[in-house]
């Protein structure tokens, strides 16, 4: 079975942010939309899983980037699918620009969410062939868990709103990005563009929720705990 989608897509003033790049959540929501369409189309995708109580979620994600999409940019999004190990499946990504050199490397863990009991653990969860045989390159490195200090100097809380969530009820993987890239001022963004994130994804945020966040930014990297819900590093040049 073929197991890689390719689309391309322009940038716009809607995804891109006050440098006229692309947003880094807007990378994440490149790489979930891309994932579902090549999932519907083999048949295991987000709205046909659900039939079986059964949702995709991410459970840790990491990139880098040479540079971001700027706005009126159009670019080749590329995803695969890895080889899965004990249930969980890897989505392999790249962005290319329109000479084809891939300027953005990623790969999502992605793993089957039981919506009844929010577990990743259930007897109903089905094990899927679900590889590319002939991958499009090499694939970029499974994301490791993170590691943060215990303490990290700032504190806020942010509270889980309509805009955040999504179908499954929960805030959206890419909208953590959103919520880390409003800590530093605006000077710091106009003077810097995202080179690599890792996101590790421990629990689910639900709507009305209030979420701790504690964090700190030395010089260009910009660490981030959200109380039980994730971690993330996001490294800027």
Same mark, same amino acid.
């Given at each position: 079975?073929?197991? #890689? ?20 959540? =807007? ?20 709205? #046909? +899983? ?26 080749? +999004? ?8 004990? =249930? ?67 504190? #806020? ?28 001022? +605006? ?28 964090? #700190?930014?030395? =010089? ?18």
């Amino acid at each position: 079975m073929n197991m #890689t989608h390719r689309e391309k897509i322009n940038m716009n003033v809607r995804v891109c942010d006050i440098s006229g790049r692309l947003r880094p959540s =807007g990378l994440l929501w490149m790489f979930q939309d891309a994932s579902e369409i090549l999932t519907e189309s083999r048949g295991v995708g987000p709205r #046909t +899983m659900e039939q079986q109580g059964l949702n995709w979620i991410v459970a840790r994600l990491g990139c880098t980037c040479e540079r971001l999409p700027v706005c009126e940019e159009t670019v080749e +999004m590329i995803v695969w699918a890895g080889e899965p190990r004990m =249930g969980i499946y890897p989505w392999q990504y790249q962005i290319r620009d329109a000479g084809g050199h891939a300027f953005v490397h990623g790969c999502a863990l992605w793993v089957l969410f039981d919506s009844e009991t929010r577990s990743m653990l259930s007897p109903k969860i089905p094990r899927l062939d679900l590889v590319e045989k002939e991958p499009p390159d090499e694939p970029y490195p499974w994301p490791k868990a993170l590691r943060l200090p215990k303490e990290l100097e700032n504190r #806020t809380l942010h509270r889980v709103s309509y805009r955040d969530c999504d179908l499954n009820g929960h805030a959206n993987n890419a909208c953590y990005l959103d919520w880390m890239c409003d800590l530093p001022d +605006m000077a710091f963004h106009r003077g810097h563009t995202l080179q690599s994130l890792t996101i590790d994804y421990r629990a689910e945020a639900r709507p009305g929720e209030d979420v701790a966040l504690s964090w #700190t930014l030395d =010089g260009g990297t910009l660490l981030c705990r959200g109380e039980e819900k994730f971690l993330c590093r996001m490294d800027f040049q």
